[in-house]
């Protein structure tokens, strides 16, 4: 995968969610980025640590282990966590108490840059035909989305508070490619993912931003505007994509997956009837 050189990179960068199925794919190119990356999860590591890599697992919602994880850490890539809609109590100690404990670790080993994986859930309830910069006001459609506005508002408290810079990217559709024709709209290749948290990484006088992630689709919900310091400029589209995702069938005009930005998320659950 092309990816670009940073001009610096960390001693020591922790990727949470390294087994997860971005984390697979950012441990190769986020190499570049840290001498060492310290990958953790709950899950089994696979495949097995190499030369430039160290694995500690850890569950997400044990304070004390999510403490001793972050010793030595000099920036934070924090992408474990629940990473769909379920019931409350697994997204309450997997992404709140988890990015909670994320923070507090943060803030104890005195690490100052922090980048978050948020989610375009943070805001699914907007319909598809209108267009969000950062300031707009939040619309969670679901309990997923709510634990992600949460770790947005923990980035910003422990940045004014604290001093800890954090780059909240309200990642889209990331995958090997767009599977749908929502996601014609909300893809977000392997490769702009990557420089976008280089970027996020290493940006100085951040704050705590929030980008979308996205990359250079044609049809676009979100401006990225409020996020011009970050330098980031996509280099890939859904565009040639566009052919084969039109060849599944077209869901009815009334369907969510056509009508809000969040697709089927906002008419998932609930989970407790
Ligand atoms: P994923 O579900 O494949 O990976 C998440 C990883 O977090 C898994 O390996 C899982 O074992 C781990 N995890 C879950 N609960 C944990 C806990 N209590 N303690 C420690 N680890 C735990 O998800 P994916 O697609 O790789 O996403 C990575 C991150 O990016 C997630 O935070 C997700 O919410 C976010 N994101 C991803 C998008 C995408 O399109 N792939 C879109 C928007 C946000
Ligand atoms: C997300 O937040 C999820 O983690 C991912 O699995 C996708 O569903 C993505 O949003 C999306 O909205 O397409």
Redesign the pocket.
Known sequence: MNTSTPAQAFDRVLL?????????VLRETLRPYAKVLRL????PMAPAAGTHEEVVP????DKAAVNTLCEGVDAIV???????ERPFEEVL???IR?VFHIYEAARRHGIKRVVF?????VIGFYKQSETLDANARRRPDGY?GLS?SFGEDTASFYYDRYGIETVSI??????PEPQNRRMMSTW?SYRDLTELIGRSLFTPNVGHTIVY?MSANRDVWWNNHLAAHLGFVPQDSSEVFRDKVEAQPAPAADDPVAVYQGGAFVAAGPFED
């Open positions: 949470t969610g390294a087994a997860g199925g971005l984390g697979k953790s999860d709950i899950s850890c569950d997400l919602a924090h992408f474990g966590g629940i990473s769909v100690d997997a992404n988890g994986a948020s989610s375009n859930h997923y992600k309200r990642i889209g559709s990331s995958f977000l992630g």
